[in-house]
Each structure stands twice: as structure tokens, then as C-alpha cells.
């Protein structure tokens, strides 16, 4: 297929059809509104399951029970309404459903603004919901990328029997960009799902359940194991980053989605005024890419945080870098997207910068 | 083509602002190279200012947002006020003269105003000042040929609006002819 | 040679039931269980079970469930019947999960004319967390967080769960009963079951409202529990049909 020009949300919303999805769930919220839009009539017309659920918490309940049931779901919302998700969520993280949730956020707290943001990172890789869980969370930077990642998450979700987050800005959601929906995604060896419900005439013999409920602390402790287990395996095959720039870099940016793609353009316009700088572009935010921190060389003179928040990922830059480095942050909030001069001027005054 | 050209639309709501925008960036993925459209977005853009901003590139494009624009297409008088001072040197502010009456200059810029609501009218349809504006867009910039654009207009107008594609070609060409009578060459 | 006369349902599994002495909970799983059964169904059920006493019923019946979240237990199951329309799927939920908590959920099912079974149980308490105030817990009725007993003014009336629903369109079939003596076992017997093949012939939303008891947080012997039932819930939650859609469509 030639390249198409797509809104970003209509493009998540094509790709998950590509991925295979069976049903979506979800509840109208800006700036994500046109992923149910589009899957409200491109879903139903392929025979498949749209829902308009009567709230967020609703929604992800529906999710839940789907892929408890066996079938690729999905919802989709933006920060606030995935603040409500939360609780749905370490559940189906707890009962290891796979499942996808496309968050596109926008700035907060509270009911916050309609416009671009990264302010949910804590959110997103932190997690809102109770208990010791992850979720494997995407951060693309590009509608093409967000179309792979999308395309795939179906697979990852099953293949781990987690949850998988594709994190957004509301930028990502709102422009158009050309596009190439046939690019492959990663072929993966995926096993029936032979513990989904069914019912027991599929499987005789054996009641499958879908739960999240261990009142024997020895028992609840063993499960915990058993997910740090599979965290861990995640981690090691599954962190996802892009190196730019780094043979000896004076500085290096850490930034991902909408705000790295920005930096592209600033080291750009840094490498004229005669600066060399590199950037880590963390692609999954979880797991965290900690081991790309070990290629900045020490000649490097510091680190430079850039994100569309207060300092969210700035935690994990200081874990990964791990006192080597000075580091220094930029943001902005609210829904300001800055230009690429700004950060140009960020690092041209790194040292006002500093924070550790 | 330079690598990335920025160009920002903007005018008020009901101008055809966001579909030039996107009339590019549909032009710019026809022609197999890179397109790249966003919107203001919101409740601002009801009745208010809109505006929207384009990059079309034949490499990968990277910040999504930029300070300073290439190419300034203005519908009206508000919106000129907020965009002229975020022109690119050599850049061109291109401006909609039925309504912006006096005329515009910026130094090291070419300011170029085109009548496209009296030339729409003309043509016997309000609706098509856009396409003049694109025309002579068009003529100024070289950046799509006839072909492309004819193209894209044809598919969103779809069949249903089938009947409006001669008054929109029409308006596209007596764009064209504004500038071309001016002797204006830009690229 | 003996003869077996009374067994338990193969709708239940071996798992001991976690219920308190006397709890009318057991009574209205084996009805479950049995009508399941009977119909030739339970091999494509799909049980949700609710948060409250009721939190472990997905060990109780024989057949595939899912634990939901508190008061999320018909969005689960709207969740599932949409991918999987043939499976029977029904929720079994306490009055604090599906009346206080999760109304917002029950209703819109019910008004999408979700086609899954809610078996209601109705015991004016919540039992699992102690005996503190339902929101159909009587006026004057002591619990935990209503010591004086519960004031109107202050927490206002019991909430009317059937006669809410019975206003809803996409309810199909809709009947209030209670297991306080043996006929009107069998009664809820005969409802529980036709909710079921209602599901089945895929006629829409049906719920069962069973007046039920909680003799320990109530504070009284099991038999008492039973004359509390008659005396002092059916005059503020009567018995009876509320909404059946089934005999207009014949």
C-alpha cells in the first residue's frame, strides 16, 4: 500500500483493526475522540464488537471481561479518563489478560486542558492502580511508529499475557502525517489460550477462571514472584530505544514521543552553532532503556531531560544514570509545546539547568 | 526542495484555513514525499481564529512544531498580527487583500497580497477564495504541480460535490493568473 | 439396594462453601447451580462473581468465571457477552456491589437490554466487611455506621431496586422473590430459572431479586432471620413479577 495522510487517532484506530482486534470499549474524551469514531464504524462494519461504555471505569471493566474471554480488546482514552481506568487496570494486570489501553494525553492535574502533555508518565509506568504490577508501555514518537507499535501490541499483550499501554501526546493524536500501514510488525510464537472463558464445553475438564483475588498471603506472595518473574522477562527482551548522535556527544538529550522528535530539530540546529549533541530516545518508557545510559561517554558534560511535564521521566534518568552524569531538565506544561529553539537555548545554558 | 518547509494557515473559522493546510499535506503524500498537518484544536477554533500548521519535506520530519514559519498564508487581519513576526528570513507572508486593506511589508520577506474574495466572487462563488488563495500559492512556491493538486481536490470533494470541481479548478487558475500579471516569481 | 433421593448439584463444584451458618447464600447457589443443570447450560456458563460474601462464588460454580471489581460485575459481563453472544452469562451480586456501587453499571446494562442474568441478592447489609449500612438497609435498621438505626433525613430511604428496573425498557424479565420457606423456594426456583432460558432465547436483560439474610451481622438465630425476611423486608421490598417481556413477544 502506498503512503496515506492520517490523523494520528484514526491511525491508532486502523491499526488496531490491522492488529486484529475483536472489540473496543471505551468513552468519548478529547483528545482521543475520533479512535472510537472511526472504530464505531469500521469496527461494527467488519463484524466486529464497538461499545460505547456509560463511563471509563465501565469500559475497562468491559475489557476486562473480553479478554478474560479470549478476544483482542481495547480501549482508548486520555489522562483524566485513564486516571478512572486505573482500577480495572491492576486488575487485568493481576488475572494476566492481555489487552491494550491507548492513552493520549493531555495536561493535568485535574480536569487540566484539552492540549499536548507527558504529564502522565508517573501514571503510565507507575501505575494508579493498587499493588506491585506493570504494564509494557510504549512511547512512540511518530504517527508511523505509533501505527507499528499499535499493529503489534496485540501480539506483545498475548504473548506476555499483560496489558500493553501505547502512550501518546495529544499532538500525536490531533496532526496528520504520511503513513505506511504494511510495514512488518515482530512475527511471535503464540500459544492457544487454553485458559480463557469460554465455557467448559471448550474444554472439558478443566473451569477456567479470570481473577485477581488471593486471601493466603503465601499464595498472594508466590503470584507476586511469579509476575517479577515475567516482569523481568520483559525487560530483558522487550526495552525498545534509539541512539542519535552518540559518538562523543558535549551533551545528551533524553526525550521521547513529541518532545524528542523536537530535539531531532534542536541538536540539528546545535550541531550548526558548532555543539555536538546526542540523544537517548527511549521507545518503551517500561521497561526502561537504563542500560543506553552506559554509551554516554564521561567527557559528555551533562545530561539534558526534555519533557512535556514538570519532571516525570526525570526519575529514571537520575536511576539510570546513576550519579555519573550532571543532569539537567527542561519542560513545559499545560499543553506548551515549545520550539525547537528552546531547547537549543536549554542546553547552550545547561548549568542553569542542573538539577543533580 | 529545501529539506523541510514550515508553513503555517491561519484565518478565521469557516475560511477553508484547515482545509488548505491539509490540502498540502495530502499533496505532499501523493507526491510520495513527507506530509505533516496539525490543527489548533479546541474550543478556540469555533467561531474564533483558526489556524493550522503544515511541514511537507522529502526527509523524515522532526519537530512537528517550529518557531518560525517559511511560508505565511493569512485569510485575516487578526491573524496577521499574531503570525508576521514569525517569518522566516526569505520567507514569504502571503495575505488575503480583500480584507487586509493596507499593504504589508517585512523586510528581507516577500509580502505578496492577492484579492481572493473579490476574485472568488467573480467567479461566481464565495466559497472558493481558498483556491485562489492556493493558486497563487502554488504559482509562488512551485512546490505541486497542477497534476497533484487537481488530484487531491478531486478526492475530497468526492462525488457527492462533484459539481464544484470546475468552479474550484477555475478559482485555482485565476490564482495563478493574479500572480503571473503581477510578474511575481518567488521560487 | 439405597437409593440416592437428595444430592448436591454437579452446577456446584466440591469447594466448600464459605458462607456463615444459616446465610440463605447456599440455598440460592444451589438454585443457581440446579436451573443451570436443568436447562443443559452450565457447560457454556460464565459466572461473575461481585465483591461482598459473594466475592469467592467463582469457586462455587461448576462452571468458567471471572472475579470482578466491586460493582463492576455487569460491565465484566457486558464485556464478555458481546464477544462471546452464544455463552450464558450472569453476574451474581450483593445489594452494596450492585445497589451503592455499581448501579451506574446495572442500569446501563439494563438499558442497553444487555442480553445476561443478574441474580440480586437482597439482605439490607453488607455481610463480607462487617454489617455496615446497605443502601437498602431499613429505616430504623441498626448496623455499624447507622448505630441509632437508619434516619431517613439522614441517609435517606431504602433504595427500590426492582421497581427502578421494571421502568427500563431493556429489561426483559424482571421478578422479586426470597427463600425464607420452602414454596417460596421453589418459586425463586422457577424464576431463577426462567431468567436463564430468557438469556438462552436471547430475549434481553433479566434479573432476580432474592430477599435474602445475614443472621450474624442481623444479630440473630438463623430461624429468626427467616420470620425477619417475612415480616419486616417484604412489606418494604413486596414479592413479586415486575416486568416480563417474554409473553408479549410470544
Given amino acids: ?356 | 526542495m529545501r529539506d523541510a518547509v514550515n508553513i503555517k494557515v491561519a484565518g478565521f473559522g469557516g475560511q477553508g484555513v484547515m482545509m488548505f493546510g491539509q490540502i498540502l499535506a495530502y499533496s505532499a503524500t501523493k507526491d510520495n514525499i513527507n506530509g505533516l498537518w496539525f490543527p489548533s484544536y479546541g474550543p478556540e477554533t469555533r467561531g474564533g481564529t483558526a489556524n493550522c500548521s503544515v511541514i511537507v519535506s522529502e526527509k523524515q520530519i522532526n519537530s512537528p512544531v517550529f518557531k518560525n514559519a517559511n511560508h505565511l498564508v493569512i485569510f485575516n487581519s487578526p491573524s496577521l498580527d499574531k503570525f508576521r513576526n514569525n517569518v522566516a528570513p526569505e520567507g514569504l507572508i502571503l495575505y488575503n487583500s480583500s480584507l487586509i486593506s493596507c499593504e504589508v511589508t517585512e523586510e528581507d520577506r516577500l509580502c505578496v497580497g492577492v484579492p481572493i474574495n473579490d476574485i472568488a466572487l467573480e467567479l461566481g462563488n464565495a466559497k472558493v477564495a481558498n483556491m485562489v488563495m492556493m493558486g497563487a500559492y502554488l504559482q509562488l512556491t512551485k512546490l505541486f504541480s497542477d497534476e497533484t493538486i487537481h488530484a487531491i481536490i478531486k478526492k475530497i470533494l468526492g462525488e457527492r460535490k462533484a459539481d464544484l470541481l470546475d468552479v474550484n479548478f477555475k478559482a485555482l487558475e485565476a490564482g495563478k493568473d493574479f500572480i503571473k500579471k503581477q510578474g511575481i516569481v518567488y521560487a | 439396594m439405597s437409593e440416592i433421593k437428595y444430592a448436591k448439584s454437579k452446577g456446584l463444584t466440591d469447594t466448600p462453601l464459605t458462607y456463615c451458618p444459616g446465610c440463605a447464600h447456599g440455598i440460592i447457589h444451589k438454585l443457581v447451580a440446579e436451573s443451570l443443570v436443568e436447562l443443559g447450560l452450565l457447560d457454556k456458563a460464565i459466572a461473575i462473581a461481585s465483591v461482598g460474601c459473594s466475592v469467592f462464588s467463582y469457586q462455587f460454580f461448576n462452571c468458567d468465571a471471572q472475579q470482578a471489581p466491586h460493582g463492576r460485575a455487569c460491565a465484566e459481563a457486558t464485556g464478555i457477552k458481546r464477544v462471546l453472544p452464544d455463552n450464558i452469562v450472569f453476574t451474581y451480586q450483593g445489594d452494596g456491589d450492585l445497589a451503592s456501587i455499581g448501579i451506574a453499571e446495572t442500569i446501563h446494562a439494563a438499558n442497553r437490554g444487555e442480553n445476561i442474568t443478574v441474580i440480586f441478592v437482597n439482605n439490607a447489609i453488607y455481610g463480607m466487611t462487617g454489617g455496615q449500612m446497605a443502601p437498602t438497609s431499613l429505616i430504623g435498621q441498626k448496623t455499624t455506621t447507622s448505630q441509632d438505626g437508619r434516619d431517613f433525613a439522614h441517609h435517606g430511604n431504602p433504595i427500590h431496586i426492582s421497581e427502578m428496573f421494571a421502568t427500563i425498557e431493556g429489561v426483559a424479565y424482571l421478578e422479586r422473590v426470597s427463600v425464607y420457606d420452602p414454596k417460596h423456594v421453589i418459586q425463586a426456583k422457577k424464576a431463577i430459572k426462567k431468567a436463564f432460558q430468557y438469556q438462552e432465547e436471547k430475549r434481553g436483560f433479566t434479573m432476580i431479586e432474592v430477599i435474602s439474610t445475614c443472621p450474624v451481622n442481623w444479630g440473630m438465630k438463623p430461624t429468626d432471620a427467616m420470620d425477619w425476611v417475612k415480616d419486616k423486608m417484604l412489606p418494604v421490598f413486596p414479592l413479586g413479577l415486575f416486568k416480563d417481556k417474554g409473553d408479549q413477544n410470544a
Fill in chain 1, 1 to 356: 500500500m502506498a503512503k496515506v495522510l492520517m490523523k494520528g487517532n484514526e491511525a491508532i484506530a486502523l491499526a488496531a483493526i490491522k492488529g486484529g482486534v475483536d472489540a473496543f470499549y471505551g468513552y468519548p474524551i478529547t483528545p482521543q475522540n475520533e479512535v472510537p469514531e472511526y472504530l464505531s464504524k469500521h469496527l461494527i462494519d467488519a463484524g466486529k464488537v464497538f461499545l460505547q461504555a456509560e463511563s471509563e471505569v465501565s469500559a475497562i471493566n468491559m475489557v476486562y471481561g473480553a479478554a478474560g474471554a479470549g478476544k483482542r480488546v481495547m480501549t482508548s482514552s486520555s489522562s483524566p479518563g485513564i486516571a478512572l481506568k486505573q482500577e480495572g487496570i491492576s486488575y487485568i494486570a493481576a488475572a494476566e489478560l492481555p489487552c491494550l489501553i491507548v492513552s493520549v494525553m493531555r495536561g493535568g492535574p485535574g480536569l487540566g486542558g484539552i492540549q499536548p502533555s507527558q504529564a502522565d508518565y508517573y501514571q503510565a509506568t507507575r501505575g494508579g492502580g493498587n499493588g506491585d504490577y506493570n504494564l509494557i508501555v510504549y512511547a512512540p514518537e511518530s504517527i508511523q511508529e505509533t501505527i507499528d507499535t499499535v499493529k503489534g501490541a496485540f501480539d506483545t499483550a498475548d504473548y506476555y499475557r499483560n496489558p500493553v499501554l501505547v502512550l501518546v501526546d495529544g499532538l500525536i493524536g490531533q496532526m496528520m502525517e504520511s503513513v505506511d500501514f504494511d510495514r512488518p510488525t515482530k512475527k511471535r510464537d503464540l500459544k492457544p489460550k487454553d485458559w480463557a472463558t469460554t465455557g467448559t464445553r471448550n474444554h472439558p475438564g478443566r473451569r477456567n477462571v479470570a481473577n485477581s483475588l488471593h486471601l493466603d498471603p503465601a499464595l498472594l506472595e508466590q503470584h507476586n514472584i511469579h509476575l517479577q518473574k515475567k516482569y523481568k522477562e520483559i525487560a530483558e527482551n522487550e526495552t525498545q530505544y534509539e541512539m542519535i548522535n552518540m559518538e562523543n556527544p558535549d551533551y545528551v538529550i533524553v526525550a521521547y514521543g513529541t518532545m524528542a522528535r523536537i530535539a531531532r530539530t534542536a541538536i540539528e540546529m546545535l550541531q550548526e552553532k558548532g555543539i555536538k549533541v546526542g540523544m537517548i530516545r527511549p521507545i518503551t518508557i517500561w521497561p526502561y532503556p537504563e542500560k543506553a545510559f552506559d554509551a554516554i561517554p564521561a567527557t559528555t558534560k551533562g545530561i539534558l531531560c526534555c519533557e512535556l511535564s514538570m519532571g516525570q521521566m526525570l526519575d529514571d534518568v537520575l536511576i539510570a544514570n546513576n550519579g555519573r552524569h550532571k543532569v539537567g531538565f527542561f519542560g513545559r506544561a499545560g499543553g506548551m509545546v515549545p520550539d525547537p529553539e528552546e531547547i537549543v537555548d536549554a542546553i547552550v545554558n545547561f548549568t542553569q539547568r542542573v538539577v543533580k
